[in-house]
């Protein structure tokens, strides 16, 4: 591979879905800088200038998605995929969501998007977690996969949920 380590050994240090996806993005010629956390590896995406409007954000717990990711919104706006460096067991979600947080809040400094879509595979239990993490806090719109292409879901306000029925 194009930065001097096997597929083989990328799966040791990062697991098969993060491995799989430095595999095509180098093969696509885009370069990465690797991250590692307790729980999870990072990726981001080296890019000649940063996003200006809208940031895209990857989760791969479950399985890798960046090809799907890219074919409908290009690769532009990814800046980040975030995925976990092996399988994570429920006791460990919080410390997911924990880093997942603070990943958050570190791209949310230094990119100023004025909205990142975040783009998720993984648990349900622990994408809740995820969202309970980040809150209301940022300016976050959340995707679905749903009959063969990502759908945004609405985004819940504070304003909306004090709203009465």
Known sequence: MGNGMSLGDLE???????????????ERGIEVIKRKRKTMGI???????RPKKECIVVIEVG????KDVIAQF????VIEVIGALRTIKPEEFLTF??????EI???????????????????VGMNFLLGQS??????????????GEYIGIPKLTRDELMKPE
């Open 12 to 26: 040791r240090e990062l697991g098969k879905v993060l491995a799989w996806t430095i595999a095509y993005l180098l």
């Open 134 to 147: 980040v809150g209301l806090l940022y300016p976050i719109q959340v995707w679905q996969w749903q009959e």
């Open 105 to 123: 809040a570190r791209i949310n400094r230094e990119y100023r998007c004025k909205k990142i879509n975040l783009i998720l595979s993984g648990p």
């Open 74 to 77: 290009g690769e532009e706006n």
């Open 63 to 66: 399985r890798a998605i960046i």
């Open 43 to 49: 990726l981001t995406l080296k890019k000649p200038e």
């Open 97 to 102: 969501a924990k880093e997942f947080s603070q």
